[in-house]
C-alpha cells in the first residue's frame, strides 16, 4: 500500500518533471533559448542524470515512477540544449 510519504514522493517528482515542459515548448516554438544560461542547464541536466543514476543503483528498477520522470526531464533538457546551441536550426 502507498502511503502519504510517498504519494508526496510521487507528486513532487510529477511537478518538477512537467515544470520542464513549458520552457522545453517556448524553445521549441521561438526556435532558440538565448534567455537561458548555458552553465544552468549543464548543472540541472548533470543533476538529473546523476539523480537518476543514483535512483537506479539504490532502489534498482522498483520505483518506476521516479525513473520515468527522471528520464522524461532529461528528454527535454535535451530539447532546449539542442535550441540553445544550434538556434534556429543552425
Known amino acids: ?4 510519504l510517498e504519494i508526496i514522493g510521487y507528486l513532487a ?5 512537467i515544470s ?3 520552457q522545453a515548448y517556448q524553445c521549441y516554438k521561438q526556435k ?4 537561458i544560461n548555458l552553465s544552468m542547464l549543464v548543472m540541472w541536466a548533470l ?3 546523476l539523480m537518476l543514476i543514483y535512483v537506479i543503483g539504490t532502489l534498482g528498477l522498483v520505483n518506476i515512477p521516479l525513473i520515468i520522470t527522471h528520464v ?6 535535451i530539447v ?11
Open 20 to 22: 520542464t515542459i513549458p
Open 32 to 35: 532558440h533559448a538565448n534567455g
Open 47 to 49: 543533476g538529473e542524470i
Open 80 to 90: 532546449i540544449f539542442r535550441y540553445k546551441l544550434f538556434p534556429d536550426g543552425k
Open 72 to 77: 522524461v526531464t532529461i528528454i527535454l533538457l
Open 1 to 4: 500500500m502507498i502511503g502519504i
Open 13 to 17: 517528482a510529477l511537478l518538477f518533471s
